[in-house]
């Protein structure tokens, strides 16, 4: 793909590949459909299903391929009547797709090496879907495409903890690529799926929300590589540009589990559907969505990043209202390092419960391995590396816990005093002592002029070697 002068980066290579992988994934899932089901017919006309226009190694090429995916496959997909879940799947993919490559000899290639993958065999799946985990785990090199990726340890013990049921409608309202997805389907199967209608019942429990195209398809494609049957109920869509007083009981969870993006602002106007919390901070937004779609006694685990906890304004009435409405009762404090090479900032899991006011928040302060400064795409953080949070957490009543010199708790009296600041330091860590401040601008100062000096005569050193 990288010798197509149509495809320009990564990203665009990766959307690429996931079209076709969806094509490919599908089409493996129908033969098997239509082997099990007597009635069964493929939402995906007969002549653009994969068996039939790609599985053949010698198969059309070149311009005949090119002209066949873009005056043909793109355009009959991409109208293609909603007449089922399954259709209106293959429908949502293939509105945003589009075909980057202009070699149709290049394509081919792809092709042949994708059609040796058998999406039927339990163990070439599993293998590709270990392929599939790496190239979301390698999105930094796809622009900003890595802000949808949240390390799989923190996606893992967030599912661990909030241990999500079969029949539990759980929700993820900026879905990215689908990571709390999958695991929670992995620690399902895991753990109670024990009969078809319990697969059966999981799969209808769950919800999902994107809104940019990329890894909309990304998600999708991975629902069908996890073997979800018709992951329709991945929506492409903004959850936030609905007014919040618009989400009714009827579309209120049970289990919430996401990493909203931070960082960003929401287009003009959008803060007019949060009257409440008029402001365009995105993770300000989905916190006080996330409140407004929990049932009670609805359950949800969030990653927010150091200043929801410290910020001001908006984001102190958001607070106030997070703990009168929810019982905030564990907040993880991780390391700036965890989320490298997407961002270098403090974030926090918080986990809550609707229904009952916070009456005291226990913090847990996660550090770094021994012998390791910080995590890194190469050395990341593993879900070991949490298990001594989870040996405290005291199982699904979180009983027995106790303060260590990682854990302390703070009374909700305590945060009122504090105007409903949550960045509350481990109070059994002794602050390094950075010395008097008076001292140290002193000694900034004197360096500065030393730079300063230094560059004077290095400018003059050039100057005069320039004019002879």
């Known amino acids: 793909m990288r010798k197509d002068v149509g495809v320009d980066g990564d990203a665009q290579r990766l959307s690429q590949l996931v079209w076709m992988f969806f094509l490919k994934i599908i089409d493996d899932q129908d033969e098997a459909l239509e082997f099990t089901r007597d009635d ?9 299903q994969w068996r039939n226009w790609a599985a053949d190694p010698e198969g059309i090429t070149g311009d005949e391929l090119q002209d066949f995916v873009n005056t043909q496959l793109f355009p009959t997909l991409k109208e293609l009547p909603a007449t089922s879940p399954r259709a209106r799947v293959v429908r949502s993919v293939f509105e945003d797709a589009y075909n980057y490559m202009k070699s149709g000899q290049l394509m081919r290639q792809v092709i042949n090496k994708i059609s040796e993958v058998d999406f039927n065999s339990l ?37 661990q903890q909030i241990d999500p049921k079969p029949g539990e409608i759980l929700m993820d309202p900026a ?27 999981m799969q209808a429990s769950l919800r999902a929300v994107e809104k940019k195209p990329l890894p909309h398809m990304l998600c999708t494609t991975n629902m069908l590589l996890h073997n979800i049957e018709e992951p329709s109920w991945v929506k492409h869509d903004n959850t936030l540009a609905r007014p919040l007083i618009s989400w009714t009981k009827g579309e209120r969870v049970d289990i919430i589990l996401s990493n909203p993006p931070f960082g960003g602002k929401e287009e003009d106007g959008i803060e007019n559907n949060f009257p409440q919390f008029k402001t365009r901070e995105t993770a300000d937004l989905f916190l006080a969505l996330i409140i407004r779609l929990l049932n009670k006694n609805g359950r949800a685990a969030v990653v927010l990043p150091d200043g929801s906890l410290f910020g001001e304004g908006i984001k102190t009435r958001l607070k106030e209202h997070l ?7 564990t907040i993880v404090r991780l390391p700036n390092s965890v989320f490298k090479p997407y961002a270098s900032i403090g974030t926090n899991l918080l986990f809550f419960e609707k229904g009952s006011p916070t009456e005291e ?4 302060e996660h550090r770094l391995p021994e012998a390791q400064k910080s995590y890194s795409m190469t050395k990341p953080i593993r879900l070991e590396h949490l298990d001594n949070c989870t040996a405290w957490w005291g199982g699904p ?6 303060e260590s010199e990682r854990a302390w708790k703070v009374s909700i009296d305590t945060i009122r005093e504090r105007g409903f600041n949550l960045d509350i330091k481990n109070p059994h860590v002794v602050e390094d002592d950075w010395g008097d401040p008076e001292t ?14 230094l560059r004077a005569e290095l400018k003059s050193i050039l100057a005069e070697a320039l004019a002879r």
């Open 40 to 48: 069964y017919v493929s939402p995906i006309p007969i002549h653009l």
């Open 123 to 159: 163990s070439e799946r599993q293998h590709f879907g270990d392929i599939y985990e790496q190239l979301l785990n390698d999105l930094q090199n796809a622009g900003n495409a890595g802000e949808y990726y949240t390390p799989r340890a923190v996606t893992a013990f967030m599912v």
């Open 175 to 201: 879905c990215g690529t689908g990571g709390f997805l999958t695991c929670a389907l992995r620690h399902m199967r895991e753990h109670y799926v024990k009969r078809p209608e319990d697969e059966a019942k």
């Open 323 to 329: 703990l009168t409405e929810c019982n905030l009762h």
């Open 361 to 364: 928040v226990w913090y847990w």
């Open 397 to 402: 009543k979180r009983a027995g816990r106790v």
């Open 440 to 453: 140290l601008l002193n000694d900034l100062t004197k360096t500065e002029a030393s730079v300063e000096s």
